[in-house]
């Protein structure tokens, strides 16, 4: 699994309060098209937070 942080507004530790947790999904069908999520005038791969005491795959499932 690769962890991706970004800052895109260059945020500080002290600004920082909380720590969610996201799951996302790269979904190949047999044609090679992949599966995009259209949400936030953005194109993203499908995906959602982690609810308490679930698994990344129980996320994913989900």
Known sequence: MKQIITNKYNLTDSDMTEIVKRVK??????KNEILLAYSHNDY???GGHVEEN???IQAINR
């Open 44 to 46: 993203q791969f499908p």
């Open 54 to 56: 679930e698994t990344l």
């Open 25 to 30: 999904i790269l979904i190949i069908n047999s």
